[in-house]
Every structure is written in structure tokens, then in C-alpha cells.
């Protein structure tokens, strides 16, 4: 198993930027592909934004395509989620998944290792 530790959350207002930051340990990072997922109160846990094992391959939630950006650094044993011109409908827990190298899975069963969650709040 890999431990994974989020960080960056916060509060913010609507327009302003946030990055967040995924550090894994326990197993060697680059085995892993990386998800970000995000869940809102009373909403169930979906899909943001996933990055495979080498940075190559991204994929992105059509609410976020253009805003957020996903990228890692396997040297850093750390995965980033930088998210540009917020919205309050991007508030939420924000949580990094680890999972399968090589397939981006949008769907939160497809992950067996997770953080324990940043809480990021956009006030309008």
C-alpha cells in the first residue's frame, strides 16, 4: 500500500487559484497512477482530474477541462492539482487516489489507496 497526504486546501474567493498537493510514501510513486477526486456534502465522491505513471496521460471532468491542470513529479514522490479561476461550485473535499499505472479510472472503486482528503471552500 501506498500512504498518500494531501495539503494547499483552504479558502478562497471565486476567481482565485489554489494548488494542491499529493505526497505518497511506502511504495516507489512512479508504479502509480493518480487521481484527484472531490466531494461536496451530501453529493457522492467524483471524478476531477487523473494522470498516469509517467505525466504522459491526463484526463480531466468536463466541469474542470480548461481550469484545473494535473501534473506530477515522480523525483518529489508528489502529485499537484492546480485549479485556476474558481467557482463555488468547486467546493468540496478534494481527495488523491492512487491506483493502476497505466489506466486512468474515473470511478472511485477503481482506487485502493487514498488521502485522507483537503478541504478547499469557495466563497462567492
Known amino acids: 500500500q501506498v500512504q498518500l497526504v494531501e495539503s494547499g486546501g483552504g479558502l478562497v474567493q471565486a476567481g482565485e487559484s489554489l494548488r494542491l498537493s499529493c505526497v505518497a510514501s511506502?511504495?516507489?510513486?512512479?508504479?502509480?497512477?493518480v487521481a484527484w477526486f472531490r466531494q461536496a456534502p451530501g453529493k457522492e465522491r467524483e471524478f476531477v482530474a487523473g494522470i498516469n505513471w509517467s505525466g504522459v496521460a491526463t484526463s480531466y471532468a468536463d466541469s474542470v477541462k480548461g481550469r484545473f491542470t494535473i501534473s506530477r513529479d515522480n523525483a518529489k514522490n508528489t502529485a499537484y492539482l492546480q485549479m485556476i479561476t474558481l467557482k463555488s461550485e468547486d467546493t468540496a473535499v478534494y481527495y488523491c487516489a492512487a491506483g493502476n499505472k497505466y489506466i486512468i479510472h474515473k470511478l472511485a472503486s477503481g482506487y485502493d489507496n487514498w488521502g485522507q482528503g483537503t478541504q478547499v471552500t469557495v466563497s462567492s
Open positions: 511506502g511504495r516507489t510513486f512512479s508504479d502509480y497512477g
